[in-house]
């Protein structure tokens, strides 16, 4: 699976959007972007993928460059329950099974009032 | 709440013993993945379970091992432990290649 590179902190006020930005320069053609994040002591929680096209629901937006060689999480209004730990994970589709994931650092998402 | 629990919370083991940990999957869930993850760092792979089946391992020694039984819940046993074990154990089930829910872990301590 390609490496991932992410900022290891990052800082949002309240009600503002949180844009976290993530690099996969060796990205495959069938890898996708997966984002997970961890709130302290709880177990990652899964937030949204994505292959070439930006993808949203009704926790965030994924904008993924065309090249695919990067791609930022968008949060459109952060708010104190945000606090986390946010990890992009690059990963292929299984045939079947879930994917087995590669969690690297992550960035530590900080909302702040 | 993902609907996958794990128990215990936590434990205390000292080194050489063995422990085992269990995962009750979501209903509906044929697949179950175990992850370690030592303090400051991101989740690791361990190994996966498909309808009873080893469906892929992380590099870990063989003294960690598993078994998913036929509710599709799991357990992850570890022989001969090292404070190296020390880590907070995660499972996560899943339907097909749908994403993943993780329970809340179990914090293992090695003394």
């Known amino acids: 699976d390609a490496k991932t590179t992410q900022p290891t902190s990052m800082d949002c006020a309240e009600g503002r959007a949180a844009n976290l930005p993530c690099n996969h320069s060796?990205?495959?053609?069938?890898?996708?972007v997966y984002w997970y994040r961890q709130i302290h002591s709880q177990g990652p929680q899964y937030i949204i993928h994505?292959?070439?096209n930006n993808e949203t629901n009704e926790m965030a937006s994924l904008i993924i460059t065309e090249d695919r060689k990067s791609s930022t999480l968008i949060l459109p209004h952060a708010t104190l329950r945000d606090t986390a730990v946010y990890y992009c994970?690059?990963?292929?589709?299984?045939?079947?099974?879930?994917?087995?994931?590669?969690f690297g650092t992550g960035t530590r998402l900080q909302v702040t009032l | 709440e993902t609907g996958v629990t794990q128990s215990p919370t936590h434990l205390i083991k000292t080194r050489g013993q063995q422990v085992t940990l269990r995962c009750s999957s979501q209903?509906?869930?044929?697949?179950v993945s175990w992850y370690q993850q030592a303090l400051g760092q991101g989740p690791q792979f361990i190994f996966q379970?498909?309808?009873?089946?080893?469906?892929g391992r992380g590099n870990f020694p063989p003294r960690f091992s598993g078994l998913q039984f036929p509710n599709y819940s799991s357990e992850l046993n570890v022989n001969a432990l090292e404070l190296d074990d020390s880590a907070l154990y995660l499972c996560?089930?899943?339907?097909?290649?749908?994403?993943?829910?993780f329970g809340p872990g179990t914090r293992l301590t090695v003394t």
């Open positions: 994970i690059v990963s292929r589709l299984n045939t079947g099974t879930a994917s087995k994931l590669t």
């Open positions: 379970y498909y309808r009873e089946e080893e469906n």
């Open positions: 060796t990205i495959s053609g069938n890898e996708y």
């Open positions: 994505g292959l070439k």
């Open positions: 209903s509906g869930h044929n697949t």
């Open positions: 996560a089930s899943s339907s097909g290649i749908r994403e993943q829910y």
